[in-house]
């Protein structure tokens, strides 16, 4: 099953939570295990790369556009 990564707007604590495909296109949001808020939001975290049996991290930097550099922009 995938893990999702999300942060909560109130107590800005950054979660995991892993749910079923079919759980998230039907709009399941969990909330906060911290605080219990309903205020969260999706962030995109890594991702793994199955290939074969290893299963590996992506290191790619995320470039936000031409005058971002490999930490993002700022």
């Keep these: 099953m995938p893990t999702y990564e999300y942060i909560c707007k109130k107590c800005v604590q950054k979660f995991e939570i892993t749910m079923s495909l079919s759980e998230k296109e ?3 949001n969990p909330d906060c ?3 219990g808020s309903e205020e969260v939001i999706q962030v995109l975290g890594n991702f793994a790369i ?3 049996q290893t299963n590996k991290r992506s290191t790619s930097p995320v470039v936000c556009g ?3 550099g490999p930490n993002g922009c700022g």
């Design 26 to 28: 039907k709009g399941k």
């Design 33 to 35: 295990p911290y605080c």
């Design 50 to 52: 199955l290939s074969g």
């Design 66 to 68: 031409p005058s971002c």
